[in-house]
């Protein structure tokens, strides 16, 4: 009776004690953390947020305002760029098909096959897509293809890492029953894994292709083709005003295309 | 005919699902297993299509030993003994009639199956069995627009395309409510009885194993602790296999007026 009065007097806490002490550590090593890291970086920044205010002005000044006479002349780059990432999207989206369903725990239970896999995965992911594309230029000299090839190899990684994701949420009760009416392998993925995964995989293959528009300006500056070739050209020459409307018909595309694939996506999920 | 001869199975962690099991089920018999959750009922009747495998004694159906089958010959017998789930297990984006057809599987070639090039016998026997429990006029709606009853109904015509010779039902109903299950179990009796194929029934409603049964063996505890015509069964027999008295959920009520 006494014990119970007691507790309900001093209102019991919602965590035990032991559980606040650690949350609290853990914000106070976290918050030590941040504060290094923001030290540490403003020791080398020379002028402050200052001196990048008062420089803001110049480098305004310098692009603007733009030079749309150039507009026609960078239009094929542009689309080289679309193109670039068109081609290499749906190559790697075809890849991904074998590579994501031998990466899936749930559908390849042969482990060996299923790490071997995963580590080529894995390692395809860590290596960035700049470095890619400076391998293949070196080897294919500056143009598309090596962009492609860079592309389509960077994108691969991220597409069958995000689809086995997929795959290894299904609901596998529909597999099962395949398998229970005799169905092989084949047979089992194609009727029962196929429609459940189709919707995400397009989606997927959306949101990797926009990506792709982006990496590939990127990739065009180390000599991969496309509008990140020219940009980097004008770059180089301090020709900001041409840089600048560069960048607009960048910024305006990436925007359109994200538009058309967004709505593709809501209409699909 | 189905033959059990000293089956066991252990599961890699450990537990023992089935013990010593001594069991013939023979031609056109309806089945119907009894026991608590656990009692390794499933586990019984998966062993039979071999998605779970034995791990002693030998299984015999149609006299031959089906615990080395691999492949082909895995395929070839799950070809001619249909399952029935729990949970319908259709697939839920696919439409009913190619969710039947899928029966076809295990006797189409697989570019064949991909392409969907079935033939006119196949599309036929699949709408018939539509039509069997009807449910023909859902023949273009995606599965999860059905009833948890009307997709129970899909799956058992997509069991009968599959022309089997044995069909196993691993609770048929549990996900349904009363009159609908009596309505699933119907049908799998008239087809028990007009087909003549061997059914086994995993249940645990008594009420429902009595009403529906020719034979009912009871399990607990991955052991067979009962086997017998329904006539001999009592409510004694079923304290018995549950191994404590009856209670008001042991039972699915709501038989059909």
Do not use: C
């Not at chain 1, 080289?80 to 990432?85: K, S, V």
């Not at chain 1, 482990?111 to 470095?131: A, E, G, H, Q």
């Not at chain 2, 109903?173 to 179990?185: G, I, N, Y």
């Amino acid at each position: 009776m006494t014990t119970k009065n007691s507790l309900t007097q001093k209102s019991m806490p919602l965590y035990p004690a032991k559980t606040k002490i650690q949350v609290t550590i853990i914000f106070f090593v976290v918050l030590g953390i941040y504060t290094f890291s923001m030290i540490k970086t403003q020791e080398d920044m020379v002028g402050g947020f200052g001196g990048a205010l008062g420089n803001m002005y110049t480098v305004i000044e310098k692009f603007f305002p733009p030079n749309f006479a150039i507009l026609s002349a960078i239009w094929d780059s542009m689309m080289q760029t679309i193109q670039m990432a068109i081609i290499a999207t749906t190559i790697a989206a075809i890849l991904t098909v074998p590579l994501a369903v031998l990466s899936a725990q749930n559908i390849t239970t042969f482990k060996p096959l299923y790490y071997v896999t995963r580590t080529f995965l894995n390692l395809l992911r860590t290596i960035p897509d700049l470095v890619l594309a400076v391998i293949f230029v070196g080897l294919f000299g500056v143009g598309v293809f090596p962009g492609i090839l860079a592309l389509t190899v960077f994108s691969l990684g991220i597409l069958a890492k995000l689809i086995s994701e997929t795959i290894e949420s299904v609901d596998m009760n529909p597999l099962e029953a395949m398998r229970a009416s005799g169905g092989n392998v084949f047979q089992v993925i194609w009727y029962s894994l196929v429609p459940q995964v189709a919707p995400q995989f397009t989606s997927l293959v959306l949101y990797v292709f926009e990506i792709n528009i982006r990496a590939s300006v990127v990739l065009g500056m180390v000599g991969a083709g496309g509008i990140g070739l020219v940009l980097n050209q004008q770059l180089k020459f301090y020709n900001y005003p041409n840089a600048m409307t560069i960048i607009i018909v960048i910024f305006a595309t990436v925007l359109i295309i994200e538009f058309i694939s967004n709505k593709l996506r809501e209409a699909l999920l | 005919m189905i033959e059990f001869k000293n089956v066991g199975l252990v599961y890699p962690n450990g537990t023992e699902g089935l013990k010593n099991i001594n069991v013939t089920i023979n031609e056109g018999e309806f089945v119907v297993i009894v026991g608590l959750s656990g009692a390794g009922k499933s586990t019984f009747i998966r062993s039979i299509n071999r998605l779970v495998t034995p791990t002693s004694g030998s299984l015999l159906v149609d006299n031959e030993d089906i615990l080395k089958y691999k492949g082909k010959n895995l395929r070839k017998l799950r070809t001619k003994v249909g399952m029935i789930f729990q949970n319908y297990n259709l697939v839920k984006r696919t439409n009913v009639f190619k969710n039947v057809l899928a029966g076809r599987l295990g006797h189409t070639g697989t570019l064949r199956s991909i392409f969907n090039l079935y033939s006119k016998e196949d599309k036929a026997l699949a709408y018939n069995n539509l039509n069997r429990v009807n449910i023909a006029e859902k023949l273009y709606n995606r599965a999860d627009e059905l009833s948890g009853g009307q997709q129970q109904r899909v799956s058992i015509a997509r069991v009968l395309t599959q022309k089997p010779k044995y069909i196993l039902a691993d609770e048929p109903v549990a996900s349904l409510d009363p009159p609908t299950s009596h309505q699933v179990m119907t049908y799998l009796k008239k087809i028990n009885k007009e087909d003549n194929i061997t059914t086994i029934v995993n249940l645990h409603f008594i009420d429902m194993a009595m009403e529906y049964a020719d034979r009912i063996i009871g399990m607990r505890a991955g052991e067979v602790v009962f086997d017998g015509p329904v006539s001999e069964v009592t409510e004694k027999t079923f304290e018995e296999i549950y191994g404590r008295s009856i209670r008001e959920d042991d039972l699915r009520g709501g038989a059909q007026e």
